[in-house]
């Protein structure tokens, strides 16, 4: 999933979200891919909420 649906799916802004990624505080791991293209491990967002 990449940042900004995972963003949308939380109720948190994208470019908070983005923010967040920046500063290395995003609560789930990501990685960015290309230049425009961040994704986020939706396994470890689904195993931190349970």
Do not use: C, K
Request: charge should be positive; proline fraction near 8%; glycine fraction near 8%.
């Amino acid at each position: 999933m990449n940042l900004t649906e995972w963003a949308r799916a939380q109720g948190v802004h994208p470019q908070t979200a983005y923010r967040w990624f920046r500063e290395g505080t995003l609560p789930v791991p990501a990685q960015r891919v290309g230049p425009r293209t961040i994704l986020v491990n939706v396994d470890a967002n689904t195993a931190s909420g349970a």
